[in-house]
């Protein structure tokens, strides 16, 4: 099964605010861990509480709240990996972002430097925009916290980011609640509109980088 599916089992069998909360900062701060297996489900619940995907414990009956909760995790995650950041010293991120340990949170040199370009491009906004950027979300806190960036306004952006991010997860779950008999009758439509979406964006990024390439050896 794995640690993530192990830690989703425990999830649906005690689904409430506090593992939510738990999870979504777990999920954003060094530690890896998918935040579209947290926040859909919950709001897939509090649309058809009588779902099939109950097992045990106490669930959410409030999209609201679990948007709520879900950017209270997300931000104390945040928070965590700013101070950390902040008081180590780049020294001692990117010796940890080299080491095996690093390595295992799925961190590593690259992806740190990655999101310091990102945030030295686009500035204190950046803490705002990379919440909404796979890849960039859970580490644009280590370059602010670097950068020794005002507390306010990283709180500030931060609460902004994740508020739209769970947001927008927590729709996609609970407008699923209410049309899993659409979901059912048109599922092979929607893998291939999937995977045709996919691919679009995937060929954009070739296309974007090979453009980049081209640019630079002239």
């Given at each position: 099964?794995?640690?993530?599916g192990?830690?989703?089992?425990?999830?649906?069998?005690?689904?409430?605010?506090?593992?939510?909360?738990?999870?979504?900062?777990?999920e954003?701060?060094?530690?890896?861990?998918p935040?579209?297996?947290v926040?859909?489900?919950?709001?897939?619940?509090?649309?058809?509480?009588?779902?099939?995907?109950?097992?045990?414990g106490t669930?959410?009956?409030?999209?609201?709240?679990?948007?709520?909760?879900?950017?209270?995790?997300?931000?104390?995650?945040?928070?965590?990996?700013?101070?950390?950041?902040?008081?180590l010293g780049?020294?001692?991120?990117?010796?940890?972002?080299?080491?095996?340990f690093?390595h295992?949170?799925?961190?590593?040199?690259?992806?740190?430097?990655k999101?310091?370009?990102?945030?030295?491009?686009?500035?204190?906004?950046?803490?705002?925009?990379?919440?909404?950027?796979p890849?960039?979300?859970q580490?644009?806190?280590i370059?602010?916290?670097?950068?020794?960036?005002p507390?306010?306004p990283?709180?500030?952006?931060?609460?902004?980011?994740?508020?739209?991010?769970?947001?927008?997860l927590?729709?996609?779950?609970?407008?699923?609640?209410?049309?899993?008999d659409?979901?059912?009758?048109?599922?092979?439509?929607?893998?291939?509109?999937i995977?045709?979406?996919?691919?679009?964006?995937l060929l954009?990024?070739?296309?974007?980088?090979?453009?980049?390439a081209?640019?630079?050896r002239k």
């Amino acid at each position: 099964m794995g640690f993530v599916g192990s830690i989703i089992t425990w999830y649906l069998a005690h689904m409430n605010y506090a593992s939510i909360t738990a999870l979504m900062t777990i999920e954003s701060s060094f530690i890896p861990f998918p935040s579209e297996v947290v926040i859909p489900p919950a709001a897939f619940l509090a649309g058809d509480p009588e779902s099939v995907l109950c097992v045990t414990g106490t669930y959410p009956v409030d999209v609201l709240f679990v948007v709520l909760f879900g950017t209270l995790g997300a931000m104390l995650g945040a928070v965590i990996n700013y101070l950390l950041s902040m008081w180590l010293g780049r020294v001692i991120i990117y010796k940890f972002a080299d080491s095996k340990f690093g390595h295992l949170c799925l961190i590593n040199r690259e992806k740190v430097e990655k999101a310091e370009r990102y945030f030295n491009d686009h500035g204190k906004i950046s803490t705002f925009i990379g919440r909404l950027i796979p890849g960039i979300r859970q580490l644009i806190s280590i370059p602010a916290g670097l950068s020794k960036m005002p507390f306010g306004p990283f709180l500030l952006f931060t609460f902004l980011g994740a508020l739209v991010w769970n947001s927008i997860l927590a729709v996609i779950g609970y407008i699923a609640a209410g049309q899993m008999d659409t979901i059912k009758k048109y599922s092979h439509e929607l893998s291939v509109a999937i995977l045709a979406l996919f691919g679009a964006v995937l060929l954009f990024f070739i296309v974007k980088k090979i453009i980049s390439a081209l640019s630079k050896r002239k």
